[in-house]
């Protein structure tokens, strides 16, 4: 079994690093598949909204990670 | 067959710096084996382990036609960009100096050292050296497959541009290889990471957002938008963690 929980792991590295960039990540996808549709946006800015989301995603999670690698 | 070159290009583009990226990290390993426990066994390991990426490639590239592309590209543009970000996020604090920069030769030496301290084979047959060769030609070639594959299933013919960009790569990492008979430490792998995930980020975005019913304006061009935004936003990212590293040191120095 060994060898299937070495594989799983090798898997899941290949997506997450950051498991809180990857979870908001995900949440933001949702929300615009979800409920984006539902709020008075033209369908045209949804994709932008989507990634103006995930920039700032990004964003906040380096800025985190910087300051408290070197505040540690 | 009709292929659209705002994608066909930068997604061909994509699979090249991405699989050369992979392809130098597998290199270091398959030198360092080669050098220390000989070459036969060496290139078996690596022969074995890209017939096995090749074959990955020849029964999922096709799968992945029989399934709706709608699905398709929300599970694998999710799937891509959460693979992208991971790359671009790394690259960010490496440039920052956040996190320490890959170092080819310092990962050769080391693995050089290791080997020495095993036992050397008694017979032609060198299982350690095939294993290594093979361990780490499928693992840095999973990430390929995956870029190939993941590149290609947006949308139908992209699966030949993705294809040749990787095997470009890999040709060329091969060839380098042979000639200079050393890792290549001086391929700016660091800058085309950074590279790789700002493309990757934009294809997972584009992907997922077409899955999602989530459209883009201007459609097909959108994805050379996402590629420069995500290049602004990466740009500005590494700027404002250098800033936020200086802050951080200086408050600590009071």
Redesign the interface.
Known sequence: MQWLKTILR?AFG?????GW??IA??IW?AF??QL??RLPVP??W??????LG??TI??A???H???R???S | MLVYWPHAGPTALAAFFASLVEGVEALTVVLAVGTVRGWRTTLLGTGAGIGVLLLAVAILGPALTWISLDAVRAVVGTLLLLFGLRWLHKAILRSAGVIALHDEAAIYARQQQALRGMHASATRWDTVAFVLAFKSVVLEGTEVVFIVLALAAGRRGLLWPASLGAIAALAAVALAGIAVRRPLARIPENSLKFVVGVLLSAFGTYWAGEGLRAPWPGHDWAILGLIAAYLAVAAVAARLCRWRVAMTAQAAGR
């Open positions: 090798e290949l997506f997450v690093d950051d960039l990857a990540s995900i996808l615009v598949w984006l549709p369908a045209g949804r994709g932008v909204i989507l990634f995930l920039a990004l964003l999670s380096v800025l990670r910087a300051h690698d070197r505040a």
